[in-house]
């Protein structure tokens, strides 16, 4: 499976009206918080790979999930699209003490508030990243590498749709930005 995803940074109260006006449908709100980890045997930075475990809590439910999560390389120029794998995790502390006892560090931690809607078979994420800033993404999974490009020209309809610019786009990572900041 592949991931398309777009990310421009955004006023999250002028998206809100925007999915309104376009129908867009709240599913949830969440708190992630997001543990990077480095591999022992090559450098995920010189790779542009990515291995975290997420501990995600939906406070309106009132649940709790922990997934580990493989993301692959970018794949093109244009979008954060790339091959990922997940799968949810029992005790997100004993997987992070199998990671460790493996080798693996951790690198890094970004916490986000994540408010999720659906427009159009697209998800829409309005984010609020600690020490980061405000971001929406639009996003999708595809089977096959052939559906990238048509699927990333739906995500930057969709931007247009919400009054946001395609080419204010951010191909780098929260935790990316939160390294960097």
Do not use: C, W
């Not at 580990?68 to 029992?90: A, M, N």
């Not at 560090?105 to 984010?127: C, Q």
Request: glycine fraction near 6%; aromatic fraction near 6%; charge should be negative.
């Amino acid at each position: 499976m592949y991931e398309v995803e777009v990310k421009v940074p955004a006023d999250l109260d002028a998206v809100r009206d925007q999915l309104e006006a376009n129908d867009g449908t709240r599913e949830r709100a969440i708190v992630q918080k997001d543990t990077y980890y480095d591999a022992p045997h090559r450098s995920f930075v010189e790779t542009d790979e990515a291995l975290r475990i997420r501990r995600e809590s939906n406070p309106e439910a009132g649940t709790d999930e922990t997934r580990i999560t493989y993301k692959g390389p970018l794949l093109d120029e244009e979008s954060k699209s790339r091959e990922e794998h997940e799968t949810t995790v029992g005790d997100g502390e004993t997987m992070d003490a199998v990671l460790t006892n493996l080798g693996f560090e951790p690198a890094a931690t970004v916490r986000k508030e994540r408010e999720r809607f659906a427009l159009d078979g697209y998800t829409i994420t309005l984010d609020s990243v600690d020490d980061v800033g405000e971001y929406v993404e639009v996003e999708t999974d595809v089977e096959t590498e052939a559906d990238l490009e048509s699927a990333r020209d739906g995500a930057y309809d969709i931007l247009e749709r919400l009054d946001l610019d395609p080419d204010e786009q951010l191909r780098t990572s929260y935790l990316g930005l939160l390294l960097e900041s």
